[in-house]
């Protein structure tokens, strides 16, 4: 069965250090989240991305974040100067977006720990 | 301001026992809604779609009263492995999800 992968599965970096999370969306598949859920919280969205572009973004996702897709496989979350608030275990999903089934299919995550 | 509101538990119940917990969701445009399930720092993973005339799937079973913005899961018949915490997931438009904070539920044998 096709599914989402996700690296690291662990990311430990410093305050104001920048980083990627990467992300391989399920082939075929036409949108692209990420969503962040701090430790004991709400899973909380982020940002959509679709046909190459941001289609929408939280209040989260201030300038400090970007996404992209480089290639036809892999899509990135980069925050560019990491803050112990950004702390959270951050979960990519994806949908396929050709039919009414509107299920998102969400990675395994990374643990992202700022120091 | 949209928001996604449950029950949060948690229920302690016995194998064999029924639980049921409740949503209710702020948005009356909300278009599609979710019971997804998510155990201990692994990822959400989608249970079962809502849908308007209520529906099944083995032991789980989902209202939607869209008049009051409620939605309800029952599972019957616990297993050991129900336990999990329950996320009831609101899809207000094409593009992101909204989740509650969770239902934890533990079934004890």
């Known amino acids: ?115 | 301001r949209k928001e996604v509101e449950q029950d949060p538990g948690p229920f302690n119940v016995p194998e064999g026992a029924t639980v049921a917990f409740n949503c209710t969701y702020s948005n009356s445009a909300s278009q599609s809604f979710f019971w997804y399930r998510q155990d201990c720092r692994k990822e959400p993973k989608l249970l079962m779609s809502v849908y308007s005339s209520g529906n099944e799937d083995g032991r789980f079973t989902a209202q939607l009263n869209r008049a009051s913005q409620y939605i309800s899961l029952l599972i019957r018949d616990s297993k050991l492995s129900d336990s999990a915490t329950y996320l009831c997931v609101v899809n207000d438009d094409d593009y992101k999800l909204s989740f509650g904070a969770g239902t934890t539920v533990t079934v004890r044998a």
């Open chain 1, 1 to 115: 069965e096709p599914e989402v992968t996700q690296t690291p599965s662990h990311q430990v970096t410093q305050m104001g250090q920048e980083v990627i999370l990467r992300c391989v969306p399920i082939s075929n598949h036409l949108y692209f989240y990420w969503y962040r859920q701090i430790l004991g919280q709400k899973v909380e969205f982020l940002v959509s991305f679709y046909n190459n572009e941001i289609s929408e973004k939280s209040e989260i996702f201030d300038d400090q974040f970007s996404v992209e897709r480089p290639d036809g496989s892999n899509f990135t979350l980069k925050i560019r100067s990491t803050k112990l608030e950004d702390s959270a275990m951050y979960f990519c999903a994806s949908r396929d977006g050709r039919n009414s089934y509107n299920e998102q299919f969400f990675g395994p995550g990374t643990r992202l720990t700022v120091l």
